[in-house]
């Protein structure tokens, strides 16, 4: 089982950035592809971005493709979300998931039951 903890949030302006993190520990991190995911107040969460388990596939909502970034260190046993050009609907709360899926785009329509604490982005307009 991967434990993640996540990292980064924060308070910024509109068209600013942000990097989250996201920390796993168990050695068999780097077969899992990761997922982030996120919940703005009063809405259910969605999917965000997603990144195979070698790094060579990424997958992203519409909202957020050409603007976020998803990447990952292996070594590090992290995975990362840049963010760029941030709009106020992208406040929320973040998550990060991992899974042992095949198709990084699957992960868009899952449900999982657990979650960690997520990391707060707000985004002032």
């Known amino acids: 089982q991967v434990q993640l903890v996540e990292s980064g949030g924060g308070l910024v302006q509109a068209g600013g950035s942000l990097r989250l993190s996201c920390a796993a520990s168990?050695?068999?991190?780097?077969?899992?592809?990761v997922g982030w995911f996120r919940q703005a107040p009063g809405k259910e969460r969605e999917f965000v971005a997603s990144?195979?388990?070698?790094?060579?596939?990424?997958y992203y909502v519409d909202s957020v493709k050409g603007r976020f970034t998803i990447s990952r260190d292996n070594a590090k046993n992290t995975v990362y979300l840049q963010m760029n050009s941030l709009k106020p609907e992208d406040t929320a709360v973040y998550y990060c998931k991992a899974d042992l899926v095949r198709d990084i785009a699957t992960m868009k329509h899952r449900t999982y039951d657990y979650w960690g604490q997520g990391t707060q982005v707000t985004v002032s307009s």
């Open positions: 990144i195979r388990s070698s790094g060579t596939s990424t």
């Open positions: 168990g050695r068999t991190f780097s077969s899992y592809a």
